[in-house]
């Protein structure tokens, strides 16, 4: 059977928005094919030229996945995590109803999942707000998404899931700094990704395959991660 793979990852750019807590990441070029003539690579009839440029950017840019580490000081680092819980079965949950700032509640989830038609046991559980799609890449995208309750949290937890996804730079909403979602999943040893996009493209496809395998790295948190098989 036929399999499709979607990239759920935003495109890194130089000055895009970014959570209020962290700087843009910006682009600056290094050396470009007309700079690296001189130093004469290759050989003479046949000369090699390059181009690269610098990257500077927070591990909190962009599409990403929160290592324990990231919220707890005694929380395992990103390349200690047991790489099976980047990976596995999955489902999206159609939240596109909940309005900017809203709350995505247990009751929330037990509406989307019974909708999905799929229970969720272990699964990857993503969240489709609609919210990038609203207002990428205006400074909203930073200041309105919707927000997971605790309860919304406890009812992932309860049901084996140790990873989920939202749209927006956090599933905590911008407009406190109690990071209530981000203290849950501390406590209940689970964890999340952010900035995932083009989930409306999962809603309504049942259990897929999800693969967000990090860097390895002792960061954090990890970049460029998130892919779907539907």
């Known amino acids: 059977m036929n399999k499709t793979v979607i990239d759920l990852s935003l495109t890194v750019e130089d000055n895009m928005p970014a959570h209020k807590l962290f700087q843009s990441p910006f682009y600056l070029k290094h050396l470009n094919h007309e700079d690296t003539k001189s130093l004469e690579l290759g050989v003479p009839e046949d000369r090699m030229t390059f181009q690269t440029n610098f ?82 890449l205006n400074l909203d995208v930073c200041w309105k998404h919707p927000g997971l309750t605790v309860d919304a949290t406890h009812w992932l937890a309860d049901r084996g899931s140790k990873m989920h996804g939202v749209e927006g730079p956090s599933t905590d909403k911008p407009t406190d700094n109690i990071f209530a979602q981000h203290r849950a999943c501390r406590d209940l040893g689970i964890s999340h990704y952010e900035w995932l996009v083009n989930l409306e493209k999962l809603v309504g496809k049942g259990e897929f395959e999800f693969f967000g395998v990090p860097i390895s790295s002792r960061v954090v948190l990890a970049r460029r991660c998130a892919f779907a098989l539907v």
């Open 55 to 136: 990257i500077g950017m927070f591990d909190h840019v962009g599409t990403h996945v929160d290592a324990f580490r990231h919220v707890n000081p005694d929380g395992t680092p990103v390349d200690e995590m047991p790489l099976d819980i980047f990976m596995g079965k999955a489902v999206c949950f159609d939240m596109r109803h909940i309005p900017d700032l809203g709350d995505i509640d247990a009751a929330e989830m037990d509406k989307a999942e019974k909708e999905a038609g799929v229970k969720v046991d272990g699964h990857i559980v993503l969240l489709c707000t609609g919210h990038h799609e609203r207002h990428y």
